[in-house]
């Protein structure tokens, strides 16, 4: 019986010990900067290109995208954005979602959305900031079935986001 104690305590530790070691490796912070925005996110991200984004930054499990939307583009296509708050009401609107579902969250304003592509469900994480002469649309996602143990990290990587 000891000996079964012995074996088991043992397992727990290396499964323990293993589980410290894959956290570690996957947390491992890189910044990256595209234009006039920096985000920290590990090593285990690659940046790409995709023409409608001003970053596209992809790993894995997670993509990471960013698109600028100037003050002056945003008044041509007919809106009135004053601040902010105007910028995420408009998207929560254009992306048929509540102003409900706006959440404030230092810095910046986000909501989540689902969609499926390809029969696969994925949620959006979309993270609206303000710089100086235009607004940010940046987006997370993954696949909806992974996103309860990814929202800490994703949450985590969209506080990071700087705009020059």
């Known amino acids: 019986m000891k000996h ?11 499964i323990a010990l293993c589980t410290v070691l894959l956290c570690a490796c996957s947390s491992d912070p890189k910044n990256f900067t595209v234009g006039d925005i920096t985000i920290t996110l590990t090593k285990a991200f690659k940046e790409n290109k995709m023409n409608e984004f001003d970053a596209y930054i992809t ?4 993509s990471f995208t960013a698109k600028k939307e100037t003050i ?22 254009a992306n048929q ?4 579902d706006l959440k404030k969250r230092g810095n910046y304003i986000y909501f ?12 959006y994480v979309h993270c609206l900031f303000k710089g100086s002469g235009e607004y940010w649309i940046c987006e997370f996602v ?8 990814l929202e800490s990290n994703i949450l985590g990587w969209a506080d990071t986001i700087v705009i020059k």
Request: aromatic fraction near 6%; include cysteine.
């Open 4 to 14: 079964n104690k012995r074996k088991q305590s043992i397992l727990a530790l290396l």
């Open 59 to 62: 790993s894995s499990s997670v």
């Open 72 to 93: 002056n583009s945003l008044e041509h296509a007919g809106y009135e954005i004053n601040s902010l708050d105007d910028y995420a009401l408009e998207i929560v609107e």
């Open 97 to 100: 979602k509540s102003k409900n």
């Open 112 to 123: 989540l959305s689902e969609g499926t592509k390809s029969g696969a469900k994925y949620t």
């Open 142 to 149: 993954c696949k909806s079935s992974d996103y309860s143990k």
